[in-house]
């Protein structure tokens, strides 16, 4: 398995948000987090990238990263695109983009990989040259995902990406992601409040319920589970 995490505490201060979480994702695998606002799914992908105080294993092929510092999780290829989507609103739309490679030496991959990005996004490339901040919040999505990619990640971790977003648009973005994943093997952890999306996406789910895991099974199973639909996913 790619990703491993055992035992995952996870603290903000004096409180704890997570209580003994265990999951795996091996490589190219997408697999999608549920559970309620406040479950803490979002604090499952922050501790893996080391964004909050942890205690048990976070393995990456089999190495010990809990508790490592934000970049040096970066540098092993996981790219985590945020909620409210964090572009740099000042600014263009590829200046984003060639940010997320500033990790990157290769200049001339890096500039085929953009044009890679304006493939799978092709209104970004409509807007190359338009400030991020004038975006709608869709192609602000778009980007967001697509500098992620910049990356050339292994794993993307992404958080609530339909958020906010018109339902059109939304269907569009995750049949980009799942072409993305085909076409690169990139492997995805997806938190989503849109249940019903992320189970189609996915071929496997966790739900979690106040900081820990209840169900761990195959989306098919938990989609198709009508109680479960009820009392955890609000369908």
């Known amino acids: 398995m790619m990703l491993e995490v055992s035992g995952l ?3 903000y201060g004096q409180n704890q948000a997570l209580y003994d979480v265990g ?3 091996g490589e190219g695998q997408v697999r999608t987090l549920l559970g309620a606002n406040g479950a803490g799914k979002t604090t499952v992908l922050r501790s893996i990238c080391g964004m909050v ?5 976070i393995r990456f092929d089999g190495k010990s990263i809990a508790g490592w510092a934000t970049e040096d999780v970066v540098r092993l290829g996981v790219a985590h695109v945020p909620e409210g989507r964090g572009t740099f609103v000042r600014l263009t739309v590829e200046e984003n983009l060639q940010l997320g490679a500033i990790t990157r030496k290769d200049k001339r991959e890096i500039a085929a990989d953009i044009e890679h990005v304006y493939v799978n996004f092709p209104r ?3 807007r190359r040259t338009q400030q991020a901040g004038t975006l709608s919040g869709g192609e602000q999505q778009m980007l967001a995902v697509g500098r992620a990619l910049m990356l050339r990640p292994r794993l993307l971790l992404l958080d609530e990406p339909s958020f906010g977003l018109a339902p059109l648009i939304v269907e569009e973005l995750f049949a980009i992601l799942r072409r993305i994943n085909e076409e690169t093997g990139v492997a995805m952890l997806v938190v989503e409040q849109n249940a019903a999306l992320a ?3 996915a071929e496997h789910a966790y739900l979690l319920e106040t900081g820990r895991v209840v169900m761990d099974a195959p989306a098919d199973v938990v989609g198709a589970d009508e109680s479960i639909r009820r ?3 609000g369908y």
């Open 53 to 57: 105080r942890v205690a048990g294993d």
């Open 231 to 233: 009392s955890y996913l």
């Open 23 to 25: 999951f795996s994702l």
């Open 9 to 11: 505490n996870a603290f």
């Open 124 to 126: 970004l490339k409509e």
């Open 199 to 201: 189970l189609e996406l």
